[in-house]
């Protein structure tokens, strides 16, 4: 399988611009050059099995515009996510562990293939039931743009928990795995799950979206200068947020008696995301004496998903999930 390489498309940052933001004064043309072209998505994402997320419309849906992407936009970043949804991926052996899966894109798009159905069957082989997470952008005109994504996780991890028997898992061993943004997201979610991000649709936002556990891959915590990745910034709180806005979803801020045991990978070599997002994550964790486990590498860069073959990257799932063995 080719690997899809998007380290030096994150690194771009906020030179990277948005074809549209909230509002018609925030518009402007995109002049990003996309990745090389002839990248499909997998086979086996798009036999998944698919379950949406929302009964109707998601929150927001009045301020959704769909946006033109450029001719050679790579399918494997996933945009325009209108209607977002999990796929599923089903071990042979199931242990009872569910994985909601979060692949990252700087808020920007979806990265589904490196960080979602390529990793799926290294952990499916481990008897983890994955659940990809499809989530909206908070760039694409939604209302609230702030709470979008995590209106998303605490929605994915009641329906998770809501369909355990029917997936032979344990709804007390549910999870949380974000990459890159999806990282942030994830911390989000660890940090905020009890937060009332959107009102009731029906009777399974009754379900506790508090993941039995966190993992953190090269993620995205704060959104805090000069730490923050600018674009996944920009793009979740907009140009000029307040700095109530930045400390809201600065995750590490919101480390408390209540957030899972984490665990955190990351490349010191990281020029996307700087290595201090989980440096600092760590430090809150240690703080509010919460379970930590992190493993710092002295090279890897950003992006490297499954990892390299015969560099430390190639090691984190194994170690992920003994840790997350050694919880139960």
């Known amino acids: 399988m080719v690997r899809f390489d998007r380290r030096e498309f994150l690194a771009l940052g906020c030179t990277l611009l948005v074809v549209a933001e909230a509002s018609a004064q925030e518009r402007r043309a995109a002049t990003l050059t996309p990745p090389p072209p002839g990248k499909v ?26 946006q033109t992407l450029p001719a050679e936009w790579p399918p494997v970043f996933l ?91 344990d709804a007390d061993k549910v999870s949380v795995l974000g990459f890159s943004a999806g990282g942030h997201l994830a911390a989000t979610l660890a940090t905020g799950h009890g937060e009332h991000a959107y009102p009731v649709a029906d009777a399974t936002d009754e379900v506790d979206a508090r993941p039995f556990a966190a993992g953190l891959i090269y993620p995205v915590v704060t959104m805090m200068k000069p730490w923050t990745h600018e674009l996944s910034r920009n793009l979740l709180l907009g140009e000029t947020p307040t700095d109530a806005e930045v400390q809201r979803r600065s ?56 990892g390299y073959p015969g560099t430390p990257s190639a090691h984190w799932i194994d170690l992920f999930s003994s840790w997350l063995g050694r919880l139960s």
Do not use: C, K
């Open 41 to 66: 998505l997998p086979r086996s994402w798009a036999e998944a099995p698919s379950i949406p997320l929302w009964p109707g419309e998601p929150p927001g849906a009045s301020g959704y515009a769909s």
């Open 79 to 169: 945009r325009n996510v209108s209607r977002p949804d999990l796929r599923v991926f089903r071990p042979a052996r199931p242990n009872g562990h569910a994985l909601l899966v979060i692949p990252g894109g700087a808020y920007q798009f979806v990265s589904v293939a490196n960080e979602g159905a390529e990793l799926a069957p290294h952990l499916t082989s481990l008897g983890i039931t994955v659940f990809v997470l499809t989530y909206r952008l908070p760039g694409e005109g939604w209302l609230n743009r702030s709470d979008v994504p995590l209106q998303d996780a605490q929605r994915a991890m009641r329906v998770i928990r809501s369909e355990a028997s029917r997936y032979r898992i």
């Open 251 to 306: 995750a590490e801020l919101h480390v408390d008696a209540t957030t899972p045991p984490v665990f955190l990978t990351h490349a010191i070599d990281d020029e996307a995301v700087p290595v201090e997002n989980s440096i600092r994550m760590m430090s809150a964790l240690r703080e509010a004496d919460r379970p930590v486990e992190a493993h710092f590498l002295q090279e890897g860069g950003h992006a490297f998903g499954v």
